[in-house]
């Protein structure tokens, strides 16, 4: 394959070189040309006293200096200058092309090529200009990736501290028997013990989000009915529905909502979608879930009645520890990853997820496509 593009582009430098002879014959042709008009124009030609005196000018540095040469040389000259009027535009495009080039290799990437031609040095020009763009994204990109990166591990220090200081201090008042009784020492035991759960989950969530993002986290697919599903979900959260005083009003469509899924996931994505309407709508007392199917895919809405959020949260809605309260603090039990990971979770499926609110109500529409 190397050698097939190797001699693609040898065959163009052949091309070129081939190009240039032709135009040099066709120089020389066309100076031919025109010292045959010359020299019948000067054989017929009337002569004023200073044409006369070029000539005789003329025939004397020939008939003393070069002789029959002389001829040869305007011959050359002249079609030195045809052939330079005839290349001028590729010259001019090959020594832009050239200054371009040394200004981007000081350091100005802001550089561009303007070559307007058609030809391989205006293939050429495109093909740099374009390197350029892609190493200005590239460079743009990493930038991001290393601020995405930095911000990941300050906030995971951030959240795997907090439960640890609270493990540690709780576990040091215990080492140290400061504790007056069995039941305080029972107390500082649960606290530390709850904190512990708070940071497996922390620990386990990030595991899983790392492996979605990596395409690491395999999906294990079967064809299921994605209104059972759903029904199946609502069922078991009946305890934590009734612990927050919120109620589940279902609207499924009489559609079949075939989905081939792996349903391990979509339930894992149904709680986290049902738990943030109860932790984030607690106020508007009912939770809606809705399923249909919409364009030949199946679509399932959660909707809760509380606070809206605001609509400059709403594109960093699915970011890592991203929080619409700004609140750091983790008193909730959650580990901060649940809506990216749902996120990655549909797209793993070929899906996705739209959030809306306003003042009424908050909107999570599930996409997926229908089996």
């Known amino acids: 394959m190397k050698n097939k593009e190797k001699n693609k582009y040898v065959l163009k430098v052949y091309k070129y070189i081939f190009s240039q002879i032709i135009y040099m014959g066709l120089s020389a042709l ?6 045959l008009m010359l020299y019948t124009i000067a054989r017929d030609f009337q002569y004023t006293p200073i044409l006369r005196e070029a000539i005789h000018l003329f025939l004397f540095i020939k008939n003393n200096y070069f002789g029959d040469l002389l001829y040869i040389i305007m011959g050359f000259l002249l079609t030195l200058a045809i052939y330079l009027m005839i290349t001028l535009k590729t010259s001019k495009n090959i020594a832009s092309l050239m200054q371009s080039v040394e200004i981007m290799a000081s350091g100005d990437l802001d550089q561009r090529i303007d070559v307007d031609s058609n030809d391989d040095v205006g293939n050429m020009a495109r093909n740099i200009n374009h390197i350029i763009e892609q190493l200005e994204n590239k460079t743009i990109e990493e930038r991001k990736a290393q601020q995405t990166k930095t911000d990941l591990i300050t906030n995971v220090s951030h ?18 028997d400061k504790y007056k009784d069995e039941v305080q020492l029972r107390y500082y035991t649960n606290i530390a013990y709850e904190k512990s759960k708070d940071l497996n989950i922390l ?6 989000l790392t492996k979605l993002q990596n395409n690491s986290l395999p999906l294990n697919k079967i064809n299921i009915n994605l209104v059972e599903l759903v029904s199946q979900v609502i069922s078991y959260l009946d305890y934590q529905l009734n612990e927050s005083n919120m109620e589940i009003r279902a609207n499924f469509s009489e559609d079949k909502l075939i989905v081939n899924a792996d349903p391990d996931k979509l339930v894992r994505v149904l709680e986290n979608l049902i738990n943030n309407a109860m932790k984030y709508g607690n106020d ?3 939770i809606d879930i809705v399923t249909r199917k919409e364009d030949n895919r199946a679509v399932v809405e959660v909707i809760n009645y509380g606070d809206p959020i605001p609509q400059s949260d709403i594109p960093f809605i699915f970011d890592r520890f991203y929080r619409v309260e700004k ?8 580990s901060g990853l649940g809506l990216a990971i749902t996120k990655n979770l549909i797209e793993a499926h070929r899906g996705r997820i739209i959030v809306k609110s306003d003042n009424n109500r908050t909107l999570f529409k599930v996409i997926l496509p229908v089996d």
Do not use: M
Request: glycine share 10%; no cysteine.
């Open 30 to 35: 066309i100076a031919l040309f025109i010292l």
């Open 203 to 208: 620990i386990n969530d990030l595991f899983e």
């Open 327 to 334: 609140s750091r603090n983790r008193n909730d039990g959650g």
């Open 284 to 286: 508007g007392k009912y």
């Open 159 to 176: 959240d795997l501290r907090t439960p640890l200081t609270s493990i540690i201090g709780y576990l040091n008042l215990i080492e140290e």
